[in-house]
């Protein structure tokens, strides 16, 4: 018989794996959207309890009910806690479930091969929500999205990304050079973008567990992150261009041929 603490234990990492998976938009306008869309799971709906009585929240909760999506209302103070943003949630936020969201060590435990992009601290929202349209597109089979120091999910990245970010497996890391370092543990190998590298990355023989890493915007990959990369791998240009935007550097390795 499973003793209790056991099932105490298995019980909280199921709910655990189920939070992990969640994500929080707020907006009137970009809620109502997302409510209409039946093809994305949603766990909760939040109100704030001073909105004053307009058509499209009654519409929200139209919706909400008829999906039998639970409604939950909070004073004004405790909305923005849940929706992290009180000058832009207009007294609603929304619980979307990311179903095909996972930690990296159950991504790992499920793919054998992989191509995989993984993000140091891209931070325009429209940048991310382009990268995750290309992965989505092309051959990438996950994303890595650090939880801090980066764009996070938002209704922005959401329209970037013309709704793909439902499609695609997207690896939250709380420490991004703690999972590359778990990545190789699992034979990956890791390749990072930069315009001083000797090696075009068309000439370039991937390996089955390939992980390509896009840095910031003006700063580019992190010290750390560097250091731990086995390869280092350029776009060729010509004309005298130095670099191209990170979201077009992603498309560019999304369509890459194996």
Do not use: W
Not at 46 to 54: C, E, I, P
Not at 105 to 116: E, G, M, N
Request: charge should be positive; include cysteine; charged fraction near 30%.
């Amino acid at each position: 018989m499973e003793s209790k603490n056991l099932k105490d234990s298995r019980d909280y990492l199921a709910k655990k794996s189920f939070f992990d998976k969640i994500i929080t938009i707020y907006g009137r306008n970009a809620v109502l959207e997302v409510l209409e869309d039946d093809s994305i799971k949603i766990y909760k709906l939040h109100l704030s309890t001073s909105n004053k009585k307009v058509a499209q929240l009654d519409r929200m909760v139209a919706i909400a009910k008829s999906r039998e999506i639970e409604i939950a209302y909070h004073d004004k103070k405790e909305l923005s806690r849940i929706s992290k943003n009180a000058k832009q949630d207009q007294g609603v936020a929304l619980d979307i479930v990311l179903e095909h969201s996972f930690g990296e060590d159950d991504f790992l435990k499920q793919h054998k091969s992989f191509r995989v992009i993984a993000l140091d601290g891209i931070n325009n929202p429209q940048n991310l929500g382009m990268i995750i349209r290309s992965c989505s597109a092309g051959e990438i089979d996950a994303i890595i999205i650090p939880t801090k120091n980066s764009a996070q999910i938002t209704p922005l990245v959401i329209k970037a990304s013309v709704g793909t970010v439902f499609k695609l497996p997207i690896i939250k890391s709380r420490n991004l050079y703690k999972t590359l370092e778990k990545f190789k543990t699992y034979n990956s190998k890791l390749y990072t973008l930069s315009s001083h590298a000797n090696r075009d990355y068309r000439d370039e023989v991937y390996s089955d567990r390939t992980v390509f890493i896009l840095g910031n915007e003006s700063k580019g990959v992190s010290i750390e992150v560097e250091k731990l990369s086995d390869t280092s791998i350029y776009i060729p240009m010509r004309r005298g261009v130095e670099s191209l935007n990170v979201a077009v550097t992603a498309s560019l390795l999304a369509f890459l041929k194996s």
